[in-house]
T-cell receptor, first 112, second 111 residues
């Protein structure tokens, strides 16, 4: 079963606008990770935020984590056409093997 | 630097035929290894993971099996493919507490 659920499922914006994607989960976690997937390719790790962190930045990416609400958000600022991809959140509950539970993803389209 | 190789990129197989997908990792030792399946437009479903040679854990009952004959080699197999085995299969590796790194995937079509 999928623990993380992304919202919205699809998002279409113009180049230069900001894109916000949300993720909710159900159980306690060690960390939450965001990945990006271009069509037909493997996933690429973007950011890992630990359960004791509230916000993290990497370039144009900003991730927040609210463990009391069991939710996270990914903000992409000043979007570019090259940001068009699917974005997934994944939770690490600290189980054996560092298994991740992935959400269904948000499909982002950035129009030039 | 570490790299992960997964092949083939695409595969078309008849129902009832066997399957063998291979994944190898270079540049690291004793990684955790994972096989996922992804349906079109959906998230990833974990099929198997391995924390060491010969150690395989299965997350869902299915028509597939996995083996880890060497530290950095992970193989996904089936004796007889079903139509429902079609999908996009992804291999990944990680070290403890670190993000996972994915291969480019194999698109499997069953006819």
């Amino acid at each position: 079963s999928q623990q993380g659920e992304e919202d919205p499922q699809a998002l279409s914006i113009q180049e230069g606008e900001n894109a916000t994607m949300n993720c909710s989960y159900k159980t306690s976690i060690n960390n939450l990770q965001w990945y990006r997937q271009n069509s037909g390719r493997g996933l690429v790790h973007l950011i890992l935020i630990r359960s004791n962190e509230r916000e993290k930045h990497s370039g144009r990416l900003r991730v927040t984590l609210d463990t009391s609400k069991k939710s996270s958000s990914l903000l992409i600022t000043a979007s570019r056409a090259a940001d068009t991809a699917s974005y997934f959140c994944a939770t690490d509950a600290g189980n054996a093997g560092n298994m991740l539970t992935f959400g269904g993803g948000t499909r982002l389209m950035v129009k030039p | 630097s570490q790299t992960i190789h997964q092949w083939p990129a695409t595969l078309v197989q008849p129902v009832g035929s066997p399957l063998s997908l291979e994944c190898t990792v270079e540049g690291t030792s004793n990684p955790n290894l994972y096989w996922y399946r992804q349906a079109a437009g959906r998230g990833l479903q974990l099929l198997f993971y391995s924390v060491g040679i010969g150690q395989i854990s299965s997350e869902v009952p299915q028509n597939l099996s996995a083996s880890r004959p060497q530290d950095r080699q992970f193989i996904l197999s089936s004796k007889k493919l079903l139509l429902s085995d079609s999908g996009f299969y992804l291999c990944a590796w990680s070290l403890f507490g670190q993000p996972q790194h994915f291969g480019d995937g194999t698109r499997l079509s069953i006819l």
